[in-house]
T-cell receptor
Framework: AQSVTQPDIHITVSEGASLELRCNYSYGATPYLFWYVQSPGQGLQLLLKYFSGDTLVQGIKGFEAEFKRSQSSFNLRKPSVHWSDAAEYFCASLHSNSGYALNFGKGTSLLVTP | EPEVTQTPSHQVTQMGQEVILRCVPISNHLYFYWYRQILGQKVEFLVSFYNNEISEKSEIFDDQFSVERPDGSNFTLKIRSTKLEDSAMYFC?????????????????FGPGTRLTVL
């Protein structure tokens, strides 16, 4: 069965520091991969997605993610974090040969300190 | 920018009562979804809906749950007899479709959620 793992439940970074949130997937074929962000009181907003092609994808708000097949990973990165980036981040996968339901990881809560 | 809206934002109900959660998907989208997130757990898929019928459902979506598109804009999730374990955040999402195949596009747009508390 497909699964998405986010190993870090909480991450704390200083404002201006770089950020990397980890995501690993478990599936035989390459899935479609997504990162969503949820700010307090808000819905899940799509940051970026990977379907095929260039393994480094750019998203909104200065985020990027790199797909690494050898590591079954799709880590989210940002070179310089802003206080407004504090939120919950979810990695998700989609496998079109098993329906169109997104399969989410448990999420990583990001805290940004001054 | 078009967005998915959900009402109410919070719902408190007594165990055994029926609740209806409402969603207004993005207007030209044809695929609709419900997900839920129990506190401290991951977001889980419940059901997808297309062309006035359920397209796919998870094992969570048992006979206590039903979905409906009562008019051209709303999409609802009904829980007939709520249990304590139904307490969760419920998210609605919608997606566009490919004009040639009618399959949903791969990006789902989510609403802000309804927090359901069953006492």
């Amino acid at each position: 069965a497909q699964s998405v793992t986010q190993p870090d439940i909480h991450i704390t970074v200083s404002e201006g520091a770089s950020l990397e949130l980890r995501c690993n997937y478990s599936y035989g074929a390459t899935p479609y991969l997504f990162w969503y962000v949820q700010s307090p009181g808000q819905g899940l907003q799509l940051l970026l997605k990977y379907f095929s092609g260039d393994t480094l994808v750019q998203g909104i708000k200065g985020f990027e993610a790199e797909f690494k097949r050898s590591q079954s990973s799709f880590n989210l990165r940002k070179p310089s974090v802003h206080w407004s980036d504090a939120a919950e981040y979810f990695c998700a996968s989609l496998h079109s040969n098993s329906g169109y339901a997104l399969n989410f990881g448990k999420g990583t809560s990001l805290l940004v300190t001054p | 920018e078009p967005e998915v809206t959900q009402t109410p934002s919070h719902q408190v109900t007594q165990m055994g009562q029926e609740v209806i959660l409402r969603c207004v998907p993005i207007s030209n989208h044809l695929y609709f979804y419900w997900y839920r997130q129990i506190l401290g757990q991951k977001v889980e898929f419940l059901v997808s809906f297309y062309n006035n019928e359920i397209s796919e459902k998870s094992e969570i979506f048992d006979d206590q749950f039903s979905v409906e598109r009562p008019d051209g804009s709303n999409f609802t999730l009904k829980i007939r007899s709520t249990k304590l374990e139904d307490s969760a955040m419920y998210f609605c999402a919608s997606s566009d479709t490919y004009s040639t195949s009618g399959a949903p596009t791969d990006t789902q747009y989510f609403g802000p959620g309804t927090r359901l508390t069953v006492l």
